[in-house]
């Protein structure tokens, strides 16, 4: 694993603002929500610090942060790696998602505008476009564009606020999700689906859309994560 870190190459992005321990907190965050740094791996500070350019005291700063909020894990004979990704933290963080992407769905059948309804025609086409990139990082940012203009449709800033917050979180299992190009007609579709409701302003129609964008991707990421424990025993 240590040869793999070695050959990776991280963008750090310097903003005079932000102490050094927190750009590279969030250099590192960034590497681990898109997969870049895989569930598993072994960050090894002096090899971190050599990539990002900076002396060891930042990095072991940041991957203490990560530990914090559960994206590293430490342990007496590995040391820290990247946390993997369990069914259980998954569905926990899914299982909320869906709530309030139905919410979202709703409340938005009845505040969306008419220009609104055509920035989401159009995130949709472009996110169509996106899958035939095959740029995951391409793929997943057109999703969130996606689903944002739903977000604000809703002019609950609250709400809002809730979705963003758990954002950071579902952007690792989007990944996961949208690194399967068997799905990506599926999510096409799925997408299409909310679409449509919203047009129509049916609660039910784009409620129950939204619920199965989310449970199509809880069965995928599930699958994913057994074929790797799977790999692992072996």
């Not at 559960?70 to 926990?92: F, H, N, W």
């Not at 096409?188 to 919203?198: K, N, P, S, T």
Request: proline share 2%; net charge negative.
């Amino acid at each position: 694993m240590q040869d793999n870190l070695q050959e990776k190459s991280f963008h750090v992005k310097m903003d005079e603002f932000l102490p050094l321990r927190d750009v590279v907190f969030n250099t590192l965050r960034q590497a681990i929500l898109t997969g870049e740094l895989k569930p598993g791996e072994r960050l090894m500070e002096i090899h971190l610090a050599e990539k990002l350019g900076v002396s060891r005291t930042p990095v072991r700063e940041a991957i203490h942060k990560l530990e914090l909020e559960g994206l590293v894990t430490m342990s007496p004979r590995r040391g820290a790696a990247v946390a993997q990704i369990t069914e259980k933290s998954m569905s926990d963080v899914l299982e909320v998602r869906r709530a309030m992407d139905a919410l979202c769905a709703e409340l938005a059948c009845e505040r969306i505008s008419d220009e609104e309804l055509e920035q989401l025609k159009k995130a949709c086409e472009e996110f169509e476009k996106a899958t035939q990139t095959k740029d995951v990082k391409l793929i997943a940012q057109a999703d969130v564009n996606l689903h944002d203009i739903i977000l604000q449709a809703t002019g609950n800033q609250r709400l809002v606020q809730l979705v963003n917050n758990l954002s950071e979180q579902m952007y690792r299992y989007r990944f996961e999700y949208i690194k399967d190009f068997s799905q990506h007609e599926n999510l096409v579709e799925e997408h299409r689906m909310i679409y449509e409701g919203l047009l129509e302003r049916d609660k039910e129609r784009a409620s129950k859309a939204a619920k199965l964008h989310i449970d199509n991707q809880k069965k995928t990421i599930i699958r994913q994560i057994r074929m790797d424990a799977e790999k692992r025993r072996f």
